[in-house]
Structures are given as structure tokens and as C-alpha cells.
């Protein structure tokens, strides 16, 4: 058993050979019976949910996990109907893969298409959230890959007793192979993940920082995720209060512990309700600290860096230099200034005159979620399930060759059709 | 000294802050620029070549370099003429960054933006081809993005002069910042350039299978670049003589060392002109290697494997399992199976009746290229300016929150503008 791993990729990657081109009906019949599967057996997933729980409790009690992790892990009727909404979302979506992307004519015999595909296989590592295990399984299918998947070691029995349903679901699809999906459980095994880039294409860790910084320095293989959330708000001069006050309570409050809330104000040194914005924020029992040691801390809290800044670019600068590519917003009534910040900030996403809390894949409009990245190659900013593709190219000819054309014989068009 | 390639590394970071802004009639003004100066002083190049040739000399005599690295390093008037025309071309293709690739409306009064931005600090390894050097620096120069140049040791002079005369031409373009083209010299650099994964977004190493090896396993930066060239030709049973033999012998001889050059032909068992096939190959002086005992060589050389397959499902298993996902072709007459073979071939470019030899980006209408990836993420096939660039998200709002949307109070509307 000592190659276990390399065997259930090697088997997931001749898979994929099969998945790469499934029918957008087979894949949509795939999810449908995932949910109805999920949904029959909804009593036997929440029972394994309980196991964990009380599993859990006693790791809360013993300070080995704290109430933020637990409150994942525990799955709820609410939960579970999203959980369900989504997998139905998911079927919904255009097909992303074999679509035409652009179609050429190298010359009028010799006709180039690029064509989106999967990308092979993928190997996600995901904390114990139960519905991350649907919602990854769901995109996989949905866009024609294979995978891997690691779930946090808290919900092993809510993760195994889901992917059995899965599979089952799976099985009785016509047209899906086996091995398409894999669930693994010891860290172990994922080190050995790590290490298998001869079968592995991507790499998603979704997870805290710590997490996403331990895989991308400990495999080859390329790594989509997000380094951390230091999201900043700049109140430009011409703010008014109660629309300032507004999206910085939303940005702030409205769930602190997630990666597009805000972490650092910067403050116009000329905008007038500074003093009354610091009140009302304090009333909303936002701690404020003005000019920290350190404004790279994601706090995660409701807890905000201030700083105040003399002009746009002083503030433009603080946020290329301590940002981490995420998620920036200026309030302005200046669209000069507007302007200028939407082009000098160089982050995945840039907003004017709203919360940094719409950074966010649902929000976007893309159905589902793989992620947030920072990553600046591959995929930017929320992915949906685009992040899960590539393309290939397809040259159809009728008996061509390149010395014809290297030796002036010929010439190419190169004319989009 | 000791932090030098972290300085020039911090230092272009912040040049960057600039050029992902910067008007395309700025960035054709410098390649334009860049164009007259090298044409000016064509002469200090040649004798700056010169000097590399005659040290390429001594190591050619002690067998430290072949003759095809020295071919590389020696510039002539065609490769110069060629080097300058390059540079217009690219002057002629559209600016590849700040294009907004589509814009939808979340709400009535929110709008996202998806707009093309270029990557940032991409570090360039390169072997001693002193064309190289100009191609890469006017591709970077295009998209808006900064770069770090090493190339080969061997062109050491000709590099230095064509730098020298490429930085002139950007000090003399006004808004083009210093620092924004880095070339460096020793292993040492390449070394910690490598490390300086905080400011370098992206590592394109141009060269050998074993240059493209040690930068994946020494670098946690993304890496852009193709493994090997494993490309074959599966002759199917319906498949003519003259094409054929056409389309083989381009497809091996026309530039055997390339990485599109065939290494693989899989022949149909019924192909009914085999031994005229055999006869006419080796008549062009084509080794032929009848069952190998290793299926993943690439020759660079007039040698080509050759195998007998069952059927077309054999040969589209023999090229998923040896091949490189460089390129492969189908030659047949059957309809039905070139399509099976463009679907279930999983490599960056699968095509039918003509060349591998197409698989270019010059040839597929890039107008530039950065080179062929075999990845399977970010860039695949031949990469043109598309693959040194990548997207940010920009929202304009009229002081929206997100609560209003979770609360129920308001919903997304999603739609294409």
C-alpha cells in the first residue's frame, strides 16, 4: 500500500481521459442524482454530522479546536438545503468545456479552433466544512475533471458517509467510470499528493493562510489560492459620512472573519467626519487602531488599522505595498480620482463606492465558487468554474505542410471566422 | 552586493506600478524607439557578437558546445533583419492589456468589469540566441509587464550591447521608467532570482528539457514552459501514399530539432503502403526505429519510432500515455476518426491531415511568441501576448452593501452589458 496514492491518481488520470468528454447531459444527470441521493439519505449524513460533533466538543472543551471551526463542521437544516440549491444551481450553467472559443483560418484549406477542455486532475484540500465536499464534487463534474480530495480530519465521518452517496449517485450514471472521483483522509496521503505532479495538474488548498503557505511550498505542482485577505477602504475627501459609515459597517461586520472584509481605513487627511465616523464605528463595537506597528494584519475581527493619508497616491501606495492583491474600494465623489484608483491599485478586484464584501464568486454571477486567488497567472480574483478549464488547439487540414509556407510557396490568412 | 537581484527585483516591482498603465502609443513609441537604435548600431552588435563567436570557437574545438549552439549564438544580416521586423510586428498587433473582456450589471447600479491587465515581474531564462533577447524584451515591453532577463553565457557581449542599446531607446521614451528590463549575468543570480518568489509573478525559461526541469524543482514561482516534445503521427488505414509521405517528411526533416518536429509514427495494421513508406523514408535519410524499447525519445534528429497499432483506439492510448501533450496528428480519410481523435487526444494541439510543424505561434497568427506550453494551467499550446497577461476585476457601485442582498432586500441581477 505504500503507493496508494500514486495508484488512485494514476487511475484518476486515465479517468479523466473518458470525463474529458462527457455529454453536458450526462454530467447534468450526474449532479441531479447527487442531489436526490444527498437529499434521500439526509438522516445518515446528519447522524455522521453528530458523530463528529461530539468528537468535536470534546477537542472545543480541550481548546484543540475553537468555535469558528466547530460552527463549520456542523451542518444544519439551512445547511443542507443550500448545500442541495447549489448542486441544482450548478446544472444550470452552460457546459464550460469543448465550447468553440474563437475559430481561424490559417489559410483557406487549414482551419484553427481553440477549444476549452478540463484540466486533468485536481487535488483539493479543504477544511471541515461538509458542504465543501458537495460543492467541490459538484464543479468537478460539472466541468469535466477528475480529483483527489482531502477534507479537514474534524468532519471524517460527515465526509465519508457524504462521498458514499456521491459515488453511488455516480456509479449509477451511465457513461461515468470509476475513480473520478477519490476521497482521502491522512496527511500523510496528502504529502504524497504533493509529490505526484506526474499525474496532478492543480493543486486548490482551501483553507487559512498557514494551509495554502505549507502546499505551495511543498509541492511542484501549480497552486491556486489566496496568500490572505488584507482588503483596504480609502475615504477620499469628497466622502460623505452616511454612506461611508454604511459601507464600512457592511465591509467590517457583516461576516469579519472572511477574506474580503476590511482590515485597514485609510483616511483623507481633509475629510470632514472623520471624528463622527470613528463614533459611530466605535458604537458599533469596531475596535480602531490608528497607526499600528504592522498593516498586514488580518485581523479577522472587528478590528480596523486606520491611518490617515495626505492624497490619493500616498494612499494608492500604501495598498500596493502592505495589500495583498485582493480586494480595495474607494469612497469618492471624485471621478478623477475614482478613475485613477480603479488603474494604479493593482489588485484582483478594485471597487468604487462599495462594500469589499461583493468579492465573492456568487456575487459575481458565477454560479459556484472554486475559490478567491491572488494568484496573478491562471485564474484572478473569485473563480468560478472558468478556473477549472483550459483550452486546446484543433488544426484541421487537407494535406498541409509548413515548407510550402517557410519557402514563400504560400502565405497564411490568418482571418477569424 | 549580497541582496543585488532582491533590489533589482523590489526595484522593477515598483516600475511595474507604471507600466500596467501605460498608453499602447507609449509602449509602440519605445519599441519603435528600440527598432532605429539596434538598426543604428547594427555594426557595434555584430562586432560585440563577434567577440562571443570567437571565445564559441574555442569551446566548439574542446567540445563544450555543438555546432548547433553555436549556429544559435551567430547573428547574420537575415537573423538581424528578421530580430527588427519582429519588432514592427509586434508594433502592429493591438494593445493586449486594460481591454474590457466583458462587463456585467450584479445590480441596476453595479457594474463589474473584467479588464485585461498584464501579469507584473516575469523573470526570463534564456538560451545564448541574441534574437532572443530583442523578442523577449519587446513582448514584455508590449504587454505592460517588467522583466529580468539571463540569457545563455555564450552571447555574454552580444547581450550586453543589444541591452545597451535597448535601455537607450527606453530612456529616451518619455513615461517609461528605469528598471522596468533587468538583464542579469551569472547562475548565481538565476539562483536567487528564483527565491524571490515575493516579487516575481511568473518564470518563462526558454531553452532545454533539463534548463526547464531545474527551474521547476528550484523555484515555488509559476513556471511557464514545456517539458519535452514527444509528438507523433498516427497513419490511419485510410490514409493515401503521397500525403503521406508528404506530410511525414515535413513533418521530421523540415527542422528536425524543433520541438513540433515528429518523434513517433503509429501505423494502422491495414495501412496498405507501409513498405513504400519505409522505402521512401529512408531514401530522405530517416532513421526508422521499428519498436524501441523506449517510447518517450525525442530524436531532435532525422530519427522517427515507428509502431504497428491494432486501431485508431490503440494509437490515441499509445499517445495519451507516451506523448508530451505537445502535438499530435491524425492522417485519414475517415471522418469519424479524426473527430474521436481531436477529442480524446489530451494534448495542447491535436491536428488532423497536415504537420506538427504548424504548431507555432508565428504560424497559428500570435504574431509573437513566448513559447510552446505543455502546462495545463494558465497558457497552453503556443503562447502569444495572451500569456503575459491576466485580468483584474473592477465593480462600480453607488454605495451598495452586501447586506442588502443577504437580508433578502434586494437581489443580483447578473446580466451582460
Chains 1, 2 share one sequence.
Not at 65 to 72: C, K, L, V
Not at 89 to 117: A, M
Not at 401 to 417: A, P
Request: glycine residues 6%; contains cysteine.
Amino acid at each position: 500500500m505504500k503507493n496508494n496514492i500514486l495508484e488512485i491518481a494514476k487511475n484518476a488520470k486515465n479517468a479523466f481521459l473518458t470525463t474529458m468528454n462527457l455529454d453536458i447531459s450526462v454530467k447534468n444527470e450526474a449532479l441531479k442524482k447527487i442531489a436526490k441521493n444527498l437529499e434521500k439519505n439526509k438522516n445518515k449524513i446528519f447522524e455522521a454530522n453528530n458523530l463528529d460533533l461530539k468528537e468535536a466538543e470534546i477537542l472545543l472543551k480541550n481548546n484543540k479546536i475553537n468555535t469558528s471551526t466547530y460552527n463549520r463542521l456542523k451542518l444544519d437544516e439551512n445547511k443542507f438545503k443550500d448545500m442541495i440549491k447549489g448542486i441544482y444551481d450548478l446544472i444550470e450553467l452552460d457546459d464550460p468545456v469543448n465550447q468553440i472559443i474563437w475559430q481561424k483560418e490559417l489559410d483557406s484549406d487549414l482551419i484553427l479552433k481553440k477549444i476549452s477542455t478540463p484540466i486533468g486532475l485536481i487535488g483539493v484540500i479543504f477544511e471541515a466544512r461538509p458542504d465543501c465536499l458537495v460543492q467541490i464534487s459538484s464543479l468537478v463534474i460539472k466541468s469535466g475533471n477528475c480529483a483527489i480530495l482531502k477534507g479537514g480530519s474534524e468532519s471524517i465521518n460527515t465526509n465519508k458517509t457524504i462521498f458514499e452517496f456521491i459515488e453511488t449517485a455516480l456509479n449509477n450514471t451511465e457513461g461515468f467510470e470509476k475513480n473520478v472521483l477519490n476521497l482521502i483522509f491522512s496527511r500523510d496521503d496528502v504529502k504524497k499528493m504533493l509529490e505526484a505532479d506526474e499525474y496532478i495538474n492543480l493543486i486548490i488548498p482551501r483553507g487559512s493562510n498557514a494551509l495554502v503557505k505549507y502546499i505551495k511550498e511543498n509541492t511542484k505542482i501549480p497552486v491556486l489560492g489566496h496568500a490572505s485577505g488584507i482588503c483596504h477602504i480609502f475615504v477620499d475627501e469628497s466622502a460623505d459620512f452616511e454612506n461611508t459609515t454604511k459601507i464600512i459597517i457592511d465591509a467590517k461586520t457583516q461576516y469579519p472573519s472572511a477574506c474580503n472584509a476590511v482590515e485597514t481605513l485609510l483616511i483623507h487627511k481633509n475629510y470632514p467626519y472623520f471624528d463622527e465616523l470613528k463614533k459611530t464605528l466605535k458604537n458599533k463595537e469596531i475596535k480602531l487602531i490608528e497607526n499600528p506597528e504592522n498593516y498586514s494584519t488580518e485581523y479577522g475581527d472587528k478590528i480596523l488599522s486606520v491611518k490617515i493619508v495626505n492624497n490619493i497616491e500616498e494612499a494608492i501606495k500604501h495598498i500596493n505595498k502592505y495589500g495583498s492583491g485582493h480586494t480595495d474600494s474607494i469612497l469618492s465623489k471624485d471621478d478623477k480620482n475614482i478613475e485613477k484608483f480603479m488603474k494604479y491599485i493593482d489588485s484582483s478586484s478594485v471597487f468604487a463606492n462599495c462594500s469589499t464584501r461583493f468579492s465573492d464568486g456568487f456575487r459575481y454571477g458565477f454560479g459556484a465558487e472554486v475559490g478567491i486567488s491572488t494568484n496573478k497567472t491562471h485564474a484572478r480574483g473569485p473563480v468560478g468554474l472558468e478556473g477549472l478549464t483550459i483550452y486546446k488547439y484543433e488544426l484541421f487540414g487537407k494535406n498541409n505542410i509548413v515548407n510550402d509556407y517557410t519557402s514563400g510557396k504560400k502565405t497564411f490568412k490568418h482571418k477569424f471566422i
